[in-house]
T-cell receptor, first 117, second 115 residues
Framework: AQSVAQPEDQVNVAEGNPLTVKCTYS??????LFWYVQYPNRGLQFLLK??????LVKGSYGFEAEFNKSQTSFHLKKPSALVSDSALYFC???????????????FGAGTRLAVHP | EAQVTQNPRYLITVTGKKLTVTCSQN?????MSWYRQDPGLGLRQIYY???????DKGDVPEGYKVSRKEKRNFPLILESPSPNQTSLYFC??????????????FGPGTRLLVL
């Protein structure tokens, strides 16, 4: 079965330090991977996606993610964390079972990032 | 501004009282979807629609209905809400293509409490 795991419920980082939010996936076929962020009382905002090509994907707000096929991982990273990065982060993979425009996303449980001043 | 809108944003209701959560997008997207978000479970798909008059069940459809009479609107209907439907609901939309993955855009969410 297709699945996404975010092994950490919460990640705590000091402002200015690098951050990593982990994601591993299990999917048949080529994975299409996404990161979304949810700020308090806001909807989900798209950060970045991996479809094919370069394993290092750059996205919004200075975030990037590294696709590692051998480790089936897609960790989210940022070189220098900001307090305003504090939010709930979701990793997702597109369900590969369907095609033709079917766009179901399978989400991880989410990781809460807390950046302290 | 390209966006997905949902109404209401917050709703408190009682068991058995029918309600509708509206969703509208202005991007001319074919694909629309409803998810519910619960702590520790992430987001799970309730229903989706590939185009007008084309809807199908997602992973957790029990207790919900949808309709897609117009391309821009995709309302979620709870005919007889129960407390286990207390959740945060998101509507999403994207283009429908057969090729590269299209980014899905989400609405701001509707927080529902069923007493």
């Amino acid at each position: 079965a297709q699945s996404v795991a975010q092994p950490e419920d919460q990640v705590n980082v000091a402002e200015g330090n690098p951050l990593t939010v982990k994601c591993t996936y299990s999917v048949s076929g080529n994975p299409y991977l996404f990161w979304y962020v949810q700020y308090p009382n806001r909807g989900l905002q798209f950060l970045l996606k991996y479809i094919t090509g370069d394993n290092l994907v750059k996205g919004s707000y200075g975030f990037e993610a590294e696709f590692n096929k051998s480790q089936t991982s897609f960790h989210l990273k940022k070189p220098s964390a900001l307090v305003s990065d504090s939010a709930l982060y979701f990793c997702a993979v597109r369900d590969p079972l369907f095609s033709g425009g079917y766009n179901k996303l399978i989400f991880g449980a989410g990781t809460r990032l807390a950046v302290h001043p | 501004e390209a966006q997905v809108t949902q109404n209401p944003r917050y709703l408190i209701t009682v068991t058995g009282k029918k309600l509708t959560v509206t969703c509208s997008q202005n991007m001319n997207h074919e694909y629309m979807s409803w998810y519910r978000q619960d702590p520790g479970l992430g987001l799970r798909q309730i229903y989706y629609s590939m185009n007008v008059e084309a809807t199908d069940k997602g992973d957790v459809p029990e207790g919900y209905k949808v309709s897609r009479k117009e391309k821009r609107n995709f309302p979620l209907i709870l005919e007889s809400p129960s407390p286990n439907q207390t959740s945060l609901y998101f509507c999403a939309s994207s283009k429908r293509t057969s090729g590269e993955q299209e980014t899905q855009y989400f609405g701001p969410g509707t927080r529902l409490l069923v007493l």
